[in-house]
């Protein structure tokens, strides 16, 4: 532009000095100096002999200066050790890059002897927040390799003491609660952020705002964002975050992108806080009311994912009779025609056909004991063998946990997810059985967590599976068990509510003793843990309404996490985090949402048996076809297909009766759920059809693992009752938003 006669001495004294490349394939190496070479020269500038490109073959993510051990790797030895000078000495001000997304990384964090490789002690510190440890039992992601180019160029800024960092990386990192030690780290060492989220998750199934299709900029399922970390000298305090979503058709962001600078977009400042600090916007204003709720695992303290089998098509089975045939003739057969028999694919670290076979041996032989049902999907239940035993027949049976909800022991257990990512929360259940790791959803991020009610820490004669006391608060009661809560939470509930926690409701004494006697007292030599509680005052009546059971809390919980109104106002939350407990000093609502909890659970455990008005009117074989996209659902030709059963399972308020059962209404929308061309059930509302637990559309789920079997009797009435208890699931979930003044709950 009218100086080209700068141009030469420019890019010799200037340019060259101060551009640097670093990549680890030998191809792209070559490309890139060849491009870069015509590029130069296509502008005006003349390479003189002792020119070159400073683009470096080597590994950014590598520190140590490398010694030459063989003659014609010199070459590269020079090559990395150049590379080395740059990342430690030059005062490089901007890192410009579009790092590789690879969740198992290559690029180790730890030596052979478990020690800290360069990259790896850098990336300890996303580890932390607040000071404190992550204390994430998988966190995995922080191993991506993207997330570890953004620490070098962090560190790299960081040495310079000044400059930008600009990538284009996975966007997982904006808002996983695994990153929030990182995105706090990031705050701390810049004074402006600017990340555009490109969006385009096909994993999440994102959509634009307006419902329309959302699409990636790559040819990728990972979601896309842009992040600008700007970093201006001698400024200590933390950065200002900007932001700004842009949706759409790839086309369309295309143009977006090139019709836009820094200076004519328009970015959103938001304001990240603990203890996500997240680098998307949230709704400030109900932050404070959230987190004043108890988050789950701070209720129900011991827990874990569900159980991992890794080979389920051969331990979930859906009879005993089908766990006991396979495991007897599986202990029979050698190693590889047990393999063969089972279409047990290759082993793996986790499982293999030599240890499985061993655990059943050395626990014991097979026993009929350890053939346990299993809770696998919404309200269905299917059946496997379980020694409690890891890299044994299991791959992960999370022993500490489901040893509590095993047949012999009599427990409740609640079951959530941490995240849901791409998915409405809907991610509430409730079993008495272990739990497989996808009941909650399809979706591995968004994994059921499982929190037993009570504990049975010592074991009982005749037991196989226990651990020993912990010295918890709780003491034993006389089932031989402890609740599974937090002194903590209780006593807030104490304060609260102004009631005494009791931990097990007493023994119940003969009718002429309890008439006789004071309402605490009990039948004369029995111990009764729940009067010795450290946290249990003197006084009240057990029989009255001046205590509270831990069944009570499980289910006000359970009650809770089931309104509708809940659920919308805390979705942005819920996506990011386990759900928080909001706590209420009204003893009458709490009362009242204890009542609709144990329904809900009465009619999720199917502990309530009733058939509704559902109908299986014809005659047949009852096999679901595994052909022609059955189950299928058609509406009645006499229904107005323009109104409903008013439905909670999504937002807003509706009244519905309040019966048992939902009644049959001229104005609901009913049609027949097909599981052949002739043979349906029917009488079952669209909103019933369409009802999600979780990830899972439960009565198309039921019946599509199905596919191909034929139902028997059982199977039938069980698809009935399945009905039945959705129809009273959307009905309670109406009647306990009626029974909520409003939130946040006082």
């Not at 053939?371 to 496997?384: A, G, K, L, W």
């Not at 079997?709 to 039945?724: G, K, M, S, W």
């Amino acid at each position: 532009a009218g100086n080209r006669g700068m141009w030469q001495s420019y890019v010799q004294k200037n340019l060259l000095k101060r551009l640097f490349g670093f990549e680890l394939l030998m191809a792209p190496y070559t490309v890139a100096h060849m491009k870069l070479n015509l590029l130069l020269c296509e502008l005006g500038y003349n390479f003189e002999s002792d020119d070159r490109l400073g683009i470096y073959l080597t590994n950014t993510l590598e520190e140590n200066v490398q010694q030459a051990t063989l003659p014609f790797a010199e070459y590269l030895t020079d090559e990395a050790n150049a590379a080395t000078l740059v990342k430690r000495e030059k005062p490089i001000m901007v890192v410009l890059g579009n790092p590789p997304y690879s969740g198992h990384s290559a690029n180790r964090s730890r030596d052979d002897k478990g020690k800290f490789t360069w990259i790896g002690r850098l990336l300890n510190e996303y580890y932390f927040v607040d000071g404190q440890p992550l204390g994430e039992r998988n966190p995995r992601w922080l191993q991506d390799d993207y997330v570890k180019f953004i620490r070098f160029g962090q560190w790299r800024i960081e040495q310079t003491g000044s400059g930008v960092l600009a990538f284009v990386t996975n966007h997982g990192y904006l808002d996983n609660v695994t990153f929030r030690g990182m995105r706090q780290q990031l705050m701390q060492t810049f004074t402006d952020i600017y990340i555009l989220d490109l969006h385009g998750n096909s994993r999440k199934r994102e959509k634009s705002p307006d419902g329309s299709p959302d699409e990636n900029v790559f040819d990728i399922v990972q979601g896309v964002s842009i992040a600008l970390f700007v970093k201006e000298a001698h400024k200590t305090e933390q950065a200002k975050v900007h932001h700004l979503d842009v949706y759409g058709k790839r086309r369309n962001k295309y143009e977006w992108l090139v019709n836009h600078d820094m200076g004519n977009t328009d970015w959103t400042t938001i304001e990240p806080q603990k203890p996500f600090y997240l680098f998307t916007p949230l709704n400030t204003y109900l932050i404070g009311e959230n987190n004043k709720g108890r988050r789950v695992p701070d209720m129900l303290q011991t827990h874990s994912i569900g159980i991992v089998t890794a080979r389920d098509h051969f331990l979930i089975r859906w009879t005993p009779d089908n766990v006991e045939k396979t495991m007897r003739e599986f202990l029979k057969l050698p190693v590889e025609k047990a393999r063969e028999k089972f279409k047990l694919r290759q082993d793996v670290r986790d499982w293999q056909v030599q240890l499985a076979q061993n655990d059943i041996v050395n626990s014991g032989g097979f026993s009929i004991e350890k053939i346990v049902p299993v809770y696998y999907r919404p309200f269905d239940i299917r059946h496997s063998y379980f020694t409690g035993n890891s890299r044994g027949i299991m791959s992960m049976p999370r022993n500490e946990v489901m040893q509590h909800l095993l047949p012999q022991r009599d427990n409740l257990a609640f079951i959530t997810s941490r995240l849901t990512k791409g998915e409405t929360f809907k991610h509430v259940q409730v079993t008495n059985h272990i739990v497989e790791t996808i009941c909650m959803s399809p979706k591995t991020s968004n994994n059921g967590y499982v929190f037993p009610l009570y504990l049975y820490p010592k074991k009982r004669e005749g037991e196989m599976f226990a651990v020993e006391d912990d010295g918890s608060a709780w003491q034993l009661s006389h089932k031989g068990r402890r609740p599974n809560l937090n002194p903590d939470f209780i006593k807030a509930m104490e304060s609260k509510l102004g009631l005494r926690f009791v931990p097990e409701k007493p023994k119940p004494t003969p009718a002429s003793l309890r008439l006789a006697s004071p309402p605490q007292s009990i039948e004369e030599g029995e111990s009764d843990a729940a009067l010795k509680s450290p946290l249990a005052a003197s006084g009240g009546d057990l029989e009255g309404g001046s205590v509270f059971y831990p069944e009570d809390v499980f289910h006000y919980a359970y009650a809770v996490f089931h309104s509708p109104t809940y659920r919308e106002r805390y979705a942005e939350f819920l996506k990011i985090d386990f759900p928080r407990l909001p706590l209420t000093s009204n003893v009458d609502l709490f009362r009242t949402l204890c009542e609709k909890g144990e329904e809900l659970v009465k009619w999720h455990l199917m502990t309530k048996k009733d058939r509704g008005a559902v109908t299986y009117p014809e005659s047949g074989d009852n096999e679901v076809l595994a052909r022609g996209g059955y189950p299928k659902y058609k509406l009645d030709k006499a229904t107005d297909a323009t109104s409903h059963i008013p439905t909670s399972n999504s937002v807003g308020k509706a009244s519905m009766p309040s019966a048992d059962t939902t009644a049959e209404t001229p104005s609901a929308t009913k049609g027949k759920v097909f599981i052949n061309r002739t043979q349906y059930f029917g009488n079952v509302a669209q909103e019933v059809w369409e009802f999600h637990i979780g990830g899972y559309q439960v009565l198309h789920k039921w019946l599509k693992d199905r596919r191909g079997r034929t139902l028997d009797y059982n199977d039938i009435l069980h698809y009935e009752q399945i009905v039945t208890a959705l129809e009273n699931t959307m009905r309670l979930m109406d009647e306990i938003d009626a029974a909520i003044p409003s939130f946040p709950l006082l």
